[in-house]
């Protein structure tokens, strides 16, 4: 047996064997791992994606409609309206019961109409903010859940406002979507600039046909210089409309129905439903081009391929060929009513187009008898183009742009074009009005007149005696040196060629319409090219204050930004991040 001094090199079992454990840990390779970056200190989270950063929301706040939608696609996910249909609660099924449609409804008085369908008005003396609040909350996270299907709490938000508002709803506004919401930031910007920049523009006149008002803003290089605003928009226009079917709905027995001005009716209530109005003016109307032509205007063949439950009725009179107006002019149309379920109304579709030229273009109305809040829509177009600067006024006047949602009704933007240019040349750019201005001008223009007949015989006469037959040796009609073109000279019209080489003629001094896709679209344009607005809304800094906490500064200065894109948008980082303005708001 050999003792324990006989294996003086026997080594522990744990030596010479090692554990599993020990054979896993040295014989596994290291598992795969992303190396770790440094994350720069400007954004907020590690785990924030690009993509975050760059999808920017587009809102947009209307009286009537919200429209929301992600920077850079040409059109709105979403458009909803504020109806008392939308406002109810959870659990209100009244809108589906039998007989709903046909129950009885309260009649209307003017300075009502249509106010349960209007998100705000800019009369807050007997508005209920707190409904306003509710309204928004409940559109935005509408858009939010069924549509945008986004993190709020991750991205900025573009926000599409009128250029006037009162600092009550801009607060609420405002106030919403950063405690409900918790965006980190909103840019505001104004509908009137963003329309021109949806035009591809940065000049222009924008008219924005809106439901309580009409907004005739001037805007030049991206900065508004002048507006004015009148009543004469789409609510009256719905209104005139409502006033006009129930006249005829009282007199749809049989009876002929007698054409009176519209002016003589004086119905203060309605009993025709908004909504029946609303649609009505939305499929029926239009306006003719002027009242002595009719071969611009919409014919009712036309419309007959969108009207929908609605009819044109004719009679065996209508068969054979008759002329274009007196079709205009006799054409009955029939418009059924779920109010008058027995009986349907025969309107004549001259009548709508006569309603809507006395709600937007005060027909039959003496301008003089019109207040400066109601003035038609022509006359304060003209009106806006005159208080413009000369300059300014060249660059407008060639780029008026028609928006809004009574700008859709047909033959309205050809009738606006042609009312502006009727009154550029009858009166020019002449400011004084009156009967003594219009005498002033008449006798001018006799006092031109006659100096220009001697001038005329001066040079017949002399063409006449300068040669005796008026001919010269080689067979040319001699004329006087005052009168003969001037020499042209290659070298300036080759400096000329040079320096419009690249750049398009600037079109000025002109009357002329041009097309917008929306404010939606330019605000979407603007957010999708990454710039920058004047108006900057963090949450922190909002929250700590509220609107106090904004610089009360009304213009802001922007020559020190030489990268500027005008005077409400400017390059991302160019700003003053010390503070923030209301900017146009303040």
């Known amino acids: ?91 209100d099924y009244r809108q589906w019961l039998p007989g709903y449609e046909n129950r009885n409804r309260k009649r209307k008085r003017e300075q009502d109409w249509g106010d349960e369908y209007a998100l705000w008005r800019m009369d807050l003396r007997t508005l209920e903010l707190g409904l306003v609040e509710d309204k928004i909350e409940r559109a935005v996270r509408d858009a939010y859940s069924k549509y945008l299907l986004l993190d709020s709490k991750t991205r900025r938000l573009l926000v599409v406002l009128p250029s006037v508002m009162p600092h009550p709803l801009l607060s609420i506004i405002l106030s919403t979507l950063f405690h409900n919401f918790q965006c980190p930031g909103i840019t505001l910007l104004s509908a009137p600039v963003l329309s021109v920049v949806a035009a591809g523009l940065r000049s222009g006149l924008v008219v924005d046909v809106g439901w309580s008002e009409t907004t005739i803003t001037g805007v030049y ?16 226009a719905t209104w005139e409309m409502g006033k006009l079917l129930q006249k005829y709905l009282r007199h749809s027995q049989g009876k002929q129905v007698q054409e009176q001005p519209q002016s003589e009716m004086e119905d203060e209530l309605l009993e025709i439903d908004f909504e029946h109005a609303e649609e009505v003016t939305m499929r029926m109307a239009w306006c003719r081009t002027s009242s002595e032509i009719y071969k611009h205007s919409p014919r009712p063949s036309d419309l007959a391929g969108h009207l929908g439950n609605l009819q044109i009725a004719r009679d065996g009179s209508h068969d054979k060929q008759t002329s274009y107006d007196t079709l205009i002019d006799d054409t009955p149309v029939a418009i059924p009513l779920p109010s008058s379920t027995s009986q349907t109304p025969q309107i004549s579709f001259s009548s709508i187009s006569d309603t809507i030229e006395f709600a937007l273009f005060a027909k039959d109305q003496n301008p003089h008898d019109l207040d400066d809040h109601e003035q038609a829509l022509h006359h304060l177009t ?65 006092i031109h007149i006659n100096r220009q007949a001697p001038l005329a015989k001066v040079d017949a006469n002399f063409l006449s005696t300068a040669v005796p037959d008026g001919q010269v040796p080689d067979g040319t009609a001699q004329v006087a040196a005052a ?95 010390t503070g923030w303005t209301l900017g146009a708001w303040a």
């Open 1 to 91: 047996m050999a003792s324990a001094a006989s294996y003086p090199d026997r080594k522990p079992v744990s030596a010479i064997r090692p554990t599993i454990s020990h054979i896993q840990r040295s014989e596994q390779p290291p598992s795969p791992h992303t190396p770790q970056r440094t994350i720069s200190s400007t954004f907020s989270s590690p785990s924030a994606s690009y993509r975050a950063e760059e999808e920017t929301i587009v809102f947009e706040f209307g009286t009537r409609y919200f429209r929301a939608g992600i920077a850079g696609e040409g059109a709105p996910r979403c458009v909803s309206g504020f109806g008392p249909e939308s406002s109810r609660r959870v659990g």
């Open 483 to 577: 009168f003969t073109p001037q020499i042209l000279d290659p070298i300036e019209e080759k400096l000329r060629r040079d320096r419009s080489k690249g750049t398009k003629p600037l079109i000025s001094g002109v009357i002329r319409g041009v097309e917008t896709l929306g404010p939606w679209v330019g605000g979407s344009l603007v957010a999708g090219l990454r710039i920058e607005g004047i108006v900057e809304i963090e949450r922190d800094s909002f929250l700590q204050h509220g609107l106090a906490g904004a610089k009360r500064d009304a213009d802001i200065s922007i020559v020190s930004n030489r990268q500027s894109f005008g005077p409400g948008i400017s390059r991302a980082g160019g700003g003053d991040k």
């Open 382 to 446: 003209y009106k806006a183009l005159l208080a413009l600067p000369p300059d300014v006024r060249g660059v407008c006047m060639s780029r008026i742009i028609i928006t809004g949602g009574g700008s859709n009704i047909p033959g309205l933007k050809t009738r606006l074009l042609e009312e502006v240019s009727g009154l550029v040349e009858n009166r020019g750019w002449d400011s004084v009005w009156g009967k003594a201005a219009d005498e002033r001008r008449r006798r001018l223009k006799e």
């Open 221 to 236: 290089e991206l900065r508004e210089v002048q507006q004015y605003k009148t009543t004469r928009a789409t609510r009256l």
